[in-house]
């Protein structure tokens, strides 16, 4: 069983600032690595991609990749209210199978 | 691109009764996979298929449960027995090679 870990928070920032959520995975052999948000009671939906060490960045979301390190995580600027939700983390391995962690939920305070 | 597709969006069932999901894909995405989560959980993989063939299952799949492809559209996910633990959010997601998984918006079962 491949896993994935995430704290599972909550996390709670000021409107404005930035928030870390972090990630690590045990399978040196993962390729791909995601980024999704969700919302209670609706579907994730992607939010980054990322399949190279080093930073990403999309808007306000930067991800970053340590392979040697197994960790991704991922930096959100300017948090605002409607950031608030779950984020999960995901991980491709053997270019077929997706694993996700349990999430990290985030509160984003006014 | 009109998205993932799942119907129905809620189904309360009593146990021990027979049900089924549907999930019509991204129509040009061979994969498709068919995940679980249950309140604080990230989804949990129960089983995919790479167009008309169903490639891996999960181990935690108990015999109850069955899926289907046929000709690499939609899919269908059939629980039968119910069970009280069966209760979750069934989520189907498309892609195509190794890009991202597109979600539908999932079926909430509950099972009284």
């Known amino acids: 069983q491949k896993e994935v870990e995430q704290n599972s928070g909550p996390l709670s920032v000021p409107e404005g600032a930035i928030a870390s959520l972090n990630c690590t995975y045990s399978?040196?052999?993962?390729?791909?690595f995601f980024w999704y948000r969700q919302y209670s009671g609706k579907s994730p939906e992607l939010i980054m991609s990322?399949?190279?060490?080093g930073d990403k960045e999309d808007g306000r979301f930067t991800a970053q990749l340590n392979k040697a390190s197994q960790y991704v995580s991922l930096l959100i600027r300017d948090s605002q209210p409607s950031d608030s939700a779950t984020y999960l983390c995901?991980?491709?391995?053997?270019?077929?199978?997706?694993?996700f962690g349990s999430g990290t939920k985030l509160n984003v305070k006014p | 691109d009109t998205g993932v597709s799942q119907n129905p969006r809620h189904k309360i069932t009593k146990r021990g009764q027979n049900v089924t999901f549907r999930c019509d894909p991204i129509?040009?995405?061979?994969?498709l996979y068919w995940y679980r989560q249950t309140l604080g959980q990230g989804p949990e993989f129960l089983t995919y298929?790479?167009?008309?063939?169903?490639?891996?299952k999960s181990r935690l799949l108990s015999d109850r449960f069955s899926a289907e492809r046929p000709k690499g559209s939609f899919s269908t996910l059939e629980i039968q027995r119910t069970e009280q633990g069966d209760s979750a959010m069934y989520l189907c997601?498309?892609?195509?090679?190794?890009?991202?998984?597109?979600f539908g918006n999932g079926t909430r079962l509950t099972v009284t």
């Open positions: 997601a498309s892609s195509n090679g190794d890009s991202p998984l597109h």
């Open positions: 399978d040196r052999g993962s390729q791909s």
């Open positions: 990322i399949y190279s060490n």
């Open positions: 995901a991980v491709l391995y053997n270019f077929n199978k997706f694993y």
């Open positions: 129509s040009e995405h061979n994969r």
């Open positions: 298929f790479q167009n008309e063939a169903q490639l891996e």
